[in-house]
């Protein structure tokens, strides 16, 4: 626990104008960003007698190690720099409003030649129009059937669409008339997207018109004795009116608002956003978040509107933002939503009328919404509180290991050999900071030597990063990658991964900041920079393997535990616990113990081990079938520089496979549309390189196919099984 006098600025140092400021923890984290007016006013509140702060307050400025600040022009640059830095840090003491699930959205893909509509869940993308939320996504498809008789646009994806223009004929919508099938040509691109431009316009509210022109056409082809086509403009009102219904009228003024409200208790808030467009209630959505610092309902309401408009312009910002208590100061937020969306808008408190009323129904949400949360989170914090707890005694810990760090060995029979890294923080998932690893120090299957060689890959760059920022308490230089033992079972790589290890006594290079050795900590299957390019960003953003754990799980028994221990022990960490879960009896094996820690089947502490081992199995399993897939799919071809996508296909289509094109000469390939000389002698000299594949094998009835069947290795479907295959080896993963 830090004491804020340490960190705290001089006198006259602070600026006294608007600005934002960061306070950061030991490991340079930002911890927590805000704005102020006056910087020198509001840093001043920070530094004084703790026993004067706020609970919350007082355990923030305690956790942080040193704070800093940026200077800004107004305070409207302030707010939007703070949610900037809030979305680019996600510090630990903000307000973070969790959305309580991932609401569908009524997308219109006004960007694409003939726009689809459909149920879209996740970010928002350029060029397409939202309508809602909605609480459920069959609330989304009741909609839009209603809607199809009058306005038929596409709804199909991109391969049913393209299938039935090369078919030429249309889905079964596109037959009963709920579909214009444009992908038979139908319609026009012109005409198919004005019918959709109809179709946002009816969702946005515009429905008089609509209903007054198809009531026009009924009577018109009533008067001329076209009975059936009158019938059908009826049945076409009566949806329109129906879908209507669904969106009760709320406010008689047609009026586009947003309604927010907070429900609140000293821990935790709930918001919910009522988005009345046209007078009608078109969507709803709620958030709940920890209180984490001390805030009054204005900055509540300050945080929700920055989460909700922070990255929306135009009309997505309404004209009026009824709110239950305005920011402090107001006026820099409103002149914020005007910025956004681009002309004026109101923000203020509902006092009487129509407003008011529907203002105290979004309230009631609001608290009904946080009893279920706090009903809900009650068993779920007692239920992990215990779990760490038993852990902790179990494997007689001084403290709740509050982040666990769980580790797994993938492969098929050796093969694509890979490992997962998962987190779990307060016995919850933090997929943010998951990793994968390659395993590259050696070829071949060895769960116990491919678990030294990710734990020595981890933590040798967590001694790097705290070597770099200077954390060294006894002033002595950070401790080298180890010197390792005899090459054993466990330990016959290097701490690097890449190279066999030292000889006894020997004591390898540890990268330092002018280091070039390379680290092959992966997120996406590929090397990384040179260790001190990836380690060099000084802004506080997360970075790969900074942080360290309270409790290392491995998945397996006695050897894994005693691997990953080594490794700890080379690099000179003695202050992280390290146990594995046995997959066959579910133990729990410690370093140095013959026998195992048997937790009661029942045990909270047992199922969270269970959790994080069974994530971890899930995430390398998952990219090492990712790997394999994408080996099999390679071809001689993708080696060849220059050669992309196209021209292989060029080249496969020409010759037929990869085996007649091994046997074509330079000339022959010229002849390829696209295929200059040069490509041309490239091609036949990677060609020469690579050994033939393996012959397909019919694997019904064993006989060798014929070798001129067409080549799929260049990315077609129905690849030919080879004798290397998994399926033939009928191998095992792990």
Known sequence: ?????????????????????????EHRRVIYVGKAKSLRQRLANYFQDLAGLHPRTRTMVTTAASVEWTVVSTEVEALQLEYSWIKEYDPR????????????????????????????????????????????????????????????????????????????????LGYIGKCSAPCVGRISPDDHWELADEFCDFMTGRTGTYLRRLEKQMMEAAEEMEYERAARLRDDIEALKKAMEKNAVVLADATDADLIAVAEDELEAAVQIFHVRGGRVRGQRGWVTDKVEDITTGALVEHALQQLYGEETGDAVPKEVLVPALPDPVEPVQEWLTGRRGSAVSLRVPQRGDKRALMETVERNAQHALVLHKTKRASDLTTRSRALEEIAE???????????????????????????????????????????????????????????????????????????????????????????????????????????????????????????????DEAAGVSEAPLTDALKDDDGRPKRFAYPPQLVVVDGGQPQVAAAKRALDELGIDDIAVCGLAKRLEEVWLPDDDDPVVLPRTSEGLYLLQRVRDEAHRFAITYQRTKRAKRFRSSPLDDVPGLGETRKQALIKHFGSVKKLRSATIDQICDVPGIGRKTAETIVAALAQAAPPAPAVNTATGEI??????????????????????????????
Request: proline share 9%; charged share 25%.
């Open 1 to 25: 626990m830090a004491d804020p006098s340490s960190y705290r600025p001089k006198p006259g140092s602070i600026p006294d104008s608007p600005g934002v400021y960061r306070f950061r923890d």
């Open 93 to 172: 003491f903000n307000v973070k409003y969790r959305d309580d699930k991932s609401y569908p959205y009524l997308a219109v893909t006004m960007n694409e030649e003939f726009p689809r509509v459909q149920v879209m869940r996740g970010h928002k993308k350029k060029g397409v129009r939202y309508f809602g939320p909605y609480a459920h996504a069959w609330a989304i498809r009741d909609t839009v059937d209603l809607l199809l008789r009058v306005f038929p646009v596409r709804t199909c994806s991109a391969g049913v669409f393209k299938n039935a223009a090369r078919t030429g004929r249309p889905c079964l």
């Open 394 to 520: 179990a494997l007689d810990l001084d403290s709740a290991p509050l982040r666990i760090e769980c580790y797994d060995i993938s492969h098929l029979q050796g093969d694509d050999v890979v490992a997962s890294m998962v987190v779990f923080e307060d016995g919850l998932q933090r997929k943010s900071e998951y990793r994968r690893f390659q395993i590259k120090g050696f070829e071949g299957q060895d769960d116990v030597r491919s678990m030294h060689e990710v734990i020595t890959r981890r933590f040798r760059r967590y001694l790097a990063e705290k070597e770099r920022t200077g954390e060294w308490t006894d002033g002595e230089p950070a401790p080298t990658a180890g010197s390792p033992t005899s090459p054993t079972a466990g330990s016959a790589t290097s701490p690097t991964g890449g190279s066999p290890a030292a000889p006894t006594g020997g004591s390898p290079a540890t990268p330092t900041n002018g280091s070039a050795a390379t680290s092959f």
């Open 705 to 734: 196919m014929d070798e001129e069947e067409p080549d799929t290795t260049a990315g077609s479907p129905g690849e030919p099984v080879t004798a290397g295959a998994p399926e033939e080896r009928r191998g095992q993963e792990t």
